[in-house]
């Protein structure tokens, strides 16, 4: 997007705040958004444009608002999925709001810089793709359509990132991000993409990539990418171009991407292992048949152990996403989904994580449900944005103010189970993936327990033991797997009588083995 205005002769900064944190030049701390609002206005910027994510939200309108009051006369413009699905409300409640640019923004952008900038007898009813106010009326134009050829398109402004860039160090293990292309054609109910895009799925061409890659490995010595889109591997012949020039071009990089489970094949993934692939991120969301009819993923579960085989078999890593807490779920859903991400676990050089559910903006699911949202007890998940939420009292405040708007902090309240159980689950499993993902799979099937039961035990195991005293749920969840997951087991197999020999082994080797691990989740 910068990318474009410049080369229509603007100026324009790019300012990363996560990347002013971690540099230590702004602290996250309560008066974070007073500090960034004065760090934006101190670079003489009067029209400001922020990127809306739905967990980000809280701050960025905060930041924005303190913008506002340092400079009253800045035009402050909102873009991104998040502002796209709640443009109406967002400019409705947030009065220092001026303009939202809905869905893709490069085009819609450059249109309405034109207007701010010199055509000012044009009226903002003319530029397609926004939500604006006018005197007291808020107005949403017609749509923008997509951009047909996304090698129209600039490079990036990478010059402007360059500061941000992670360091020699960092790139010996992380990626950095490159867009080849938007859209997917399916129609998850939880997943706002497919609406953004429109359900239009768009690459650009092998060479428009390959051209991007040499840059950034000339300018900047980047050999490791994440060739970014939705869904990279929904046609066959696209992926096995992009291949094949990377092959002929000699450039020798590594690179992931994000994928169904069910577009892959074996021809496929022999060709992407060649060509430099290392990792494929796979978004499983439920292990339960019923499940991914209800939220139209539409996966056959059955094809996981295959396809997991055939990545190990060309050296692939496979890193799968689950979901838990889908209004739907009843036990034999859940515990499906658990002990799917365990089994995948356990598959070569695959990785599970699990993560609580997020009704969205703009997704049938976030539509269906918008009148059971309850918010969360802990928004721990989020990381560093939760953090600053709990310091940042407006930020907290606005959240419980409009649900609909931050729907993202809220859970969809369960037909059958407890409010918590969705939290306490990620908490119990994501912990055991890392510690103890082949203890507790051979527990499961040698105690003849489901993941639920197994997680109840250790709760009530807890407690019985008054190790719960002080701790919440969820705390206590991650305290018992890291320090008591062996004795725990260890006396549930004596209940059962069955012998602990073979699994006492494996608790053993997975100590040692997963130390680092053991030891950064205990801290």
Known sequence: MAAVLEENKYKVKIINLFQLIKQGKIIADRMFCNNAARFIIEQDIDILGFNTRCDTYPIVLNIARRCKELNPDSTIILGGPQSTFTDLETLREFPFIDIIVRGEGERTLLDLMRLLNRDKGRNLRDVTGITYRENDRIMQNKPRELIKDLNSLPMPAYHLVADYFPTPDELKYGWVYISIGRGCPYNCTYCSTGKMWQRCYRLRTPQNILREIKFLK?????????????????????????????????????????????????????????????????????????????????????????????????????????IIGFPEEKTEDLNATLEWALRARLSGNSYSYIRPLTPIPGTALFMKNRKRLVLRNSWDHLYLIGDLIKKVSWSKNLIKKYPFIFSSFYAVKLKYFPKNLPYEAVTAFSTLLCAYPMSSYIALHELRISPLALLQGLEFWGKKRGLNRGKKAVALLRFLCLRHFPAFLEDMYKQKDVSIKFVAHVLNLEKKNCSDVYHGLEG
């Open 218 to 322: 000339k300018r900047y010595g980047i050999k490791r990418f994440y060739l970014g889109h939705d869904n990279f591997l929904t046609k066959k012949e696209d992926i096995e171009k992009i291949c094949s020039l990377l092959l002929q071009s000699k450039i020798d990089i590594k690179w992931t991407c994000s994928s169904r489970i069910d577009s892959i094949d074996p021809d496929v993934l022999k060709i992407m292992s060649k060509a430099g692939c290392q990792r494929i991120f796979f978004g499983i969301e439920s292990g339960s048949p019923k499940i991914q009819k209800v939220i139209q993923k539409n996966i056959n579960v059955s094809v996981i152990p295959d396809r997991l085989k055939e990545c190990e078999k060309y050296n692939i890593a496979a890193v799968l996403s689950f």
